[in-house]
């Protein structure tokens, strides 16, 4: 209780604990965003086996879930010790290699890191000790993995964005973010609008524009900012994607032709219509002169 009492009087402390927190729950989204595509992956072959009735075979491969086995180097297989695997500083240390092969290390983890640690104080500056804190935390976690995840595999696991989707909608019926009313509409419009607007592509052009990801993930942002937030989050995220899709095509060369995941653009919109998105709609209407002073 004391410490409670502490993040709640003091400022420094909690963005200082919330530093601290998102550093270490940054390390472990990064076992989050190698490991679930895998576990996901095995599972589907599990289930198309079952279904095609092959016989079964025994497992080629270890055991894979989110705490086992330990993490290790993928060239040399050297197990990760607990000095190894400090947040920041142990890369550092290591010199971003591997202390038994030497191959160097990806220095995305690190970033990861940094950035879980960074917009996690961002949330605690803006919230400030007590459950919409707690709320907002969890949320932006699942929005850096799903945001990576979707880079990497363009899967949006319903592993994340269901259970999220739940927990903004129980969150509110206390009224944290908004009331139900507007947490279930905006479920349901979330869903529905990008829906509509896959088939309509669908039946245009023969393609598929979007995942069905994408919907679940906007249903998720609308369970927990209501239907209100959404126009924000829709504008926000095609922004967003056109600037770092120009910049992808610009700098990398990257094909036209080649398709760019839209769920991180939704991610970066939605966390940051989640913090600011009543003073950005405020803004624009007041520039449009259709808004109060």
């Known amino acids: ?13 909690l963005l200082t604990i919330t530093a601290l927190l998102g550093l270490l729950v940054g390390s472990f989204l990064n076992v989050v965003i190698h490991r679930l595509p895998l576990i996901m992956q095995r599972d589907w072959r599990g289930q198309c086996a079952e279904y095609l009735e092959q016989p079964e075979q025994a497992p080629a491969d270890e055991p894979l879930s989110l705490s086992r086995p330990r993490s290790r180097c993928p060239h040399c297989g050297h197990a990760i010790g607990a000095l190894e695997n400090i947040p920041v500083i142990s890369y550092l240390w290591l010199r971003g290699k591997c202390s038994d092969c030497g191959t160097r290390i990806s220095p995305r983890y690190p970033v ?3 950035v879980t640690a960074l917009l996690s104080v961002t949330v605690a500056w803006h919230f400030g000790f007590g459950w919409p804190l707690a709320g907002g935390l969890l949320l932006t976690w699942a ?6 995840i979707d880079v990497d595999h363009q899967l949006l696991p319903d592993n994340i964005t269901l259970p999220l989707l739940w927990l903004g909608l129980a969150l509110n019926l206390g009224g ?15 869903y529905l609008s990008l829906w509509s ?12 524009g979007m995942g069905f990801g994408d919907f679940k993930l906007l249903a998720l942002l609308g369970a927990w900012m209501g239907w209100q937030a959404l126009p ?4 926000l995220s095609s922004a967003v994607g056109a600037v770092i899709g120009i910049g992808l095509i610009v700098l990398r060369g990257r094909d036209r032709n080649i398709p760019i995941p839209f769920g991180p653009y939704l991610a970066i919109a939605g966390w940051i219509a989640f913090l600011w998105g009543e003073q950005i709609t405020h803004t624009y209407l007041q520039f449009a002169g259709i808004g109060s002073p």
Do not use: N, P, R
């Open 1 to 13: 209780m004391a410490l409670l009492d502490l993040l709640a009087t003091s400022t420094a402390w």
């Open 112 to 114: 990861i890191e940094i």
């Open 143 to 148: 929005l850096i993995a799903l945001t990576m």
């Open 176 to 190: 944290i973010y908004t009331d139900i009313g507007s947490a279930v509409i905006g479920a349901m419009a979330g």
């Open 197 to 208: 607007i896959y088939w309509l592509f669908k039946l245009l052009t023969g393609k598929e």
């Open 232 to 235: 924000v989050i829709i504008l």
